[in-house]
């Protein structure tokens, strides 16, 4: 029996080691990483910069807390700031972590403001993690089912849809911000409307409102600009990253602009591990081998060639709905329930997942090469169509 807590259904498959996008197994068989364990692995597998710097700096210090100063923590938030235009920015190990600062400012700036139950309005389909606030802002009845009581002070809303935050704003007084994924990921690859993001911008500029992006899957270059955010031009006043910000390393940030800057002062929020200086070596590494390699432009030209390739490929298929994202983000939406093909995808030596039940989901390291893609598509228009014929 295992002593392991059952919190994951886990393939029956355990990697050995990694390199670039292709991982091997503890059999010796090879895999092409179309998701790069879930958008973590920015730089692909046992990427040499990203070893080195590591290494080197294991070698240093691993960890001294936040007691003292941190110069690569003072490094990244600079250079974080100047690549998002945000002005703060709080270092923590993960997505949730990143997102409970963000719940937790958007309080206390709520009660600056002079409202005593601040509320928070919050997304259908959102992910947001799974610790109790982020459990109670994520859109998932399944996830949240025996976890009551969950945590007051989120509303929920449809995504992409004004008209329904506008008529909240009406009677509403204690709503104080709006958190959003610009594109879900765990939701099923969904995108903000251009439009949506410009207007909800101006109506939490109206409203006095904090605008929040949880960019913890879509940030960090993936959907071709370091932000989501960015294809609007509009700047949030807080953005939570984490997942590809260390290259494999556990790294989370909150940042803030504008009216979200100093609300947090010492004592009210903090943690030991955060920003520690392995794990942000990892992230300035993994941020300057993105800018030196050119792969934001990459994950564009690769995620187009992937999303028409399989388009083609697929063209004329019963069952397939739309393939959608942006960059390598990318979604396949069938007309059924398909986990299966996760299943089948690794018998064929390819690394994929299914969320929303019937949204495969793509997700490869920013350095996937143009071959790498037409590989990926090759292998997986053969598995959707088998798939779909089959049924
Ligand atoms: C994965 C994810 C989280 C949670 O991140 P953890 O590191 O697992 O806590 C939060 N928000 C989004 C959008 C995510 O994709």
Redesign the pocket.
Known sequence: MSHLMSTYARLPVAFSHGDGSWVTDSDGKVYLDALSG??VNTLGHNHPALVAAIAAQAGRLLHSSNLYQIPQQEQLADKLAVLSGMDEIFFC???????EAAIKLARLYGHQQGVDSPATIVMEK??????MA?LSA?GNRKAQAGFEPLVAGFVRVPYNDLDAIRAIARYNKNIVAVML?IV???GGIHSADIDFQRGLRALCDDREWLLIC?????GMGRTGSWFAFQHAGIRPDVV?L??GLGGGV?I?ACLVAGQATGLFQPGKHGSTFGGNQLATTAALTTIEVIERDGLIANAVAVGALIREGLAQALAGCQGLLEIRGQGLMIGIELDRACAELVTLGLDAGLLINVTADKVVRLLPPLTFSADEGRELVSRLAKLIRDFLAAA
């Open positions: 879930i958008a190990n993960s997505g949730c972590e990143a997102n959102a992910f947001h993690g799974r610790t982020t994520t994924e879900q990921g765990e949880d960019e913890v899957q879509c939570t984490a997942k556990p989370g």
